[in-house]
């Protein structure tokens, strides 16, 4: 359906090829040539250049003397807080006095305060005894400085200083190609964070054992960090909320720990109250100073008894998520069940692919969909989150690297994405690889997994090249014992010409705006959500943990690639017809990227050496921020 939007300007695109959205066709292996779209949007009365008549540009030059003085370059400039609190002027679901009567009877909620030398008691299933049984496999070098929950105190006013202006040679046009474009009132921007990464305090409160705990575990010879400590957010979460009220950030993607609400995390276990009443707080916390929270169930740290794999987990993800989604429900209006699970069923031991993870994942995510819709009654919208850096072929006019390029997404995206989104059968690039052992879902199981996403949720980072491999796509797939299989391509970040197609980060992510729209696109065109939510994207700079705080706070690149990325994004809606609802940085601080806190993707530093864990402001949050304060309508 075109969406027609009345400008006060001509906006004019030129594709080098096919135009965005009729370039991708899994039966021709298409793709827009060359993989960049021109634009610029120009008043009515400008005339516009042609082949007979060019652009012309004329000055002159003089010279002269003046009186010398100095010219003042900045000025003193704070950023403006949310207006709080939040009024909720609906809610998304019955409050828990009434939605409780749709919990399982019996329910038990109790109390753990871990203590390793009661394993020996008799307790019961469920008892104390139990609790320390399941931490008996993980401990820590490690422990938390505190364990009280700290009190917001006011922002002082001199972080909320703005950083120079980014410098423009001219200021008054530099943005003249996308100045008649503006995102909607009701776009989702802010930032995320997730409860593993953020935490801290993993055996405190009654936490059960989350999957990733075992990250640098004890003995822990190759020296990983573990998430014991983290960022402390467990009981600095209110400063942390209330300094993203401060410089203004609206929406906050949170995650939380399904062994803070469940700690056995099997259905029919008991529930920990001490988790009910955090992440109740958080939200309230969120609705005090204004923000909109937006909440993830998983977050990667599934229980440590409950893989992907286990027959049990569709069963025990509906009974967590019953739990926390009839106590918030009618406080919280957008949830994701799973982060990225399109990428989580790898075993990174052995590098060999679980395929029984497949159907449960889609199984457990559409059995939550179905019950927050059909027996809470809940109008918030839902949807599953998608790992997703683009592959582009590495020579467009390679009929294989178009073909590898393709087929990279049916695995990455298209195994989940196509039962979900479009209600048909896994791909047939899938199909047809040996050792995937993945059983045709049926006409009944694709009707019940069909519709259960209200939008299309990913974490577009970057774009790279994909090519076949040396022995040809068909030979590999062929072949279990191919190093490439199952995906059988090959991915770069080098060009057929030598150069990186971005800046490269510390990590994966590359400065490459260049293939934003592209990202976009194939999700639009190929799988047509109602809308896309970019739910992470952001940059960790090389090396930055080496430079000096001062030289971290002042993370040019970074604003570069956000900056780079949204300008990007405003073209592909409206000059792609991409209904793109929102756009959420990763991440609020730096964390733990899972076994390093060496990779920095924060917005803001965090002082790990003064048991503080004390906050600053990185001039990208106010470069962020300063972005949609421009572009989006009043």
Request: charged letters at 15%; one cysteine or more.
């Amino acid at each position: 359906m075109a969406l027609v939007v009345s400008l006060s300007a001509l906006c004019f695109g030129v594709a080098l090829a096919t135009p965005p959205g009729y370039g991708w066709s899994h039966s021709s292996y298409s793709w827009p040539q060359g993989g960049q779209w021109n634009s610029y949007c120009s008043p009515i009365s400008a005339p516009q250049p042609t082949a007979t008549s060019p652009a012309t540009c004329s000055a002159t030059r003089t010279t002269s003397y003046r009186p010398w003085s100095y010219t003042v370059e900045t000025t003193l400039r704070y950023a403006t807080a949310l207006p709080s609190p939040l009024i909720l002027t609906t809610t998304y679901a019955p409050p828990y006095t009434e939605a409780s009567t749709l919990l399982p009877t019996g329910l038990t909620t109790t109390s753990y305060s871990l203590n390793r030398n009661a394993t020996t008691s008799n307790d019961g299933q469920y008892g104390q005894s139990a609790y320390a049984a399941l931490w008996a496999p993980i401990s820590y070098n490690t422990s938390v400085p505190f364990t009280t929950t700290a009190s917001a105190t006011p922002v002082a006013s001199s972080e909320l200083v703005y950083p120079p202006a980014l410098y423009t040679p001219c200021p008054n046009s530099a943005d003249a190609c996308i100045t008649c474009y503006k995102l909607p009132k009701d776009f989702i921007w802010g930032v995320a964070g997730s409860a593993f990464q953020i935490e801290g305090g993993l055996q405190e409160d009654g936490r059960g054992p989350g999957a990733i705990d075992v990250n640098g575990a004890l003995p822990n010879t190759e020296g990983l960090a573990n998430g014991e400590v983290a960022n402390m957010n467990y009981y600095l979460y209110k400063q942390d909320i209330a300094r993203l009220a401060a410089i203004g950030l609206p929406y906050y993607s949170f995650s939380i720990s399904w062994t803070r609400i469940v700690p056995f995390g099997t259905a029919g276990s008991p529930i920990n109250r001490a988790g009910l009443d955090h992440y109740d707080d958080v939200i309230n916390t969120c609705i005090q100073y204004g923000i909109k929270p937006i909440v993830t169930l998983v977050h990667v740290d599934l229980p440590l008894a409950i893989p992907y794999q286990n027959p049990e987990f569709p069963d025990a993800l509906l009974y967590y998520a019953k739990q926390v989604m009839t106590h918030y429900g009618d406080r919280v209006e957008y949830w994701a069940t799973l982060n990225e699970p399109n990428i989580g069923y790898q075993n990174y031991t052995t590098g060999a692919y679980i395929w029984d993870a497949v159907p449960n994942v889609l199984n457990g995510h559409a059995q939550v969909y179905h019950w927050y819709k059909e027996v809470l009654k809940g109008t918030g919208q839902i949807t599953i989150k998608f790992a997703n850096n683009l592959a582009v072929p590495l020579d467009s006019t390679n009929p294989g690297d178009s073909r590898a390029a393709l087929r990279y997404q049916d695995f990455i995206l298209g195994i989940m994405g196509n039962p979900i989104f479009l209600g048909t059968q896994y791909p047939s690039e899938v199909f047809s690889t040996a050792g995937v052992n993945l059983t045709a879902l049926t006409s009944s199981e694709l009707a019940y997994i069909n519709g259960t996403a209200d939008f299309w949720s990913f974490d577009p980072y970057t774009a790279g090249f994909a090519t076949s491999p040396p022995n040809g796509i068909d030979a590999c797939a062929a072949n279990t014992t191919d190093p490439n299989n199952p995906y059988c391509v090959i991915n770069t970040n080098v060009q057929k010409d030598g150069w990186l197609n971005g800046q490269a980060s510390f990590a994966y992510a590359y400065i490459a705006p260049q293939y934003v729209r592209q990202q976009l696109g194939y999700v639009w065109d190929v799988y047509k959500p109602k809308g896309v939510l970019i739910a992470e994207f952001g940059f960790n700079p090389y090396m930055e943990f080496t430079k000096t705080v001062e030289a971290q706070l002042y993370d040019l690149e970074r604003t570069y690639y956000y900056q780079a990325f949204l300008r990007e994004t405003l073209k592909s809606i409206y000059e792609d017809g991409v209904n793109v609802i929102g756009a959420l940085g990763w991440s609020f601080a730096d964390n733990d990227e899972f076994t390093s806190y060496d990779q920095q993707y924060g917005l803001q530093h965090v002082n790990r050496t003064n048991w503080l864990f004390t906050r600053s402001f990185k001039r990208s949050i106010f470069d962020f921020v300063d972005f949609f304060h421009e572009y989006v309508e009043k």
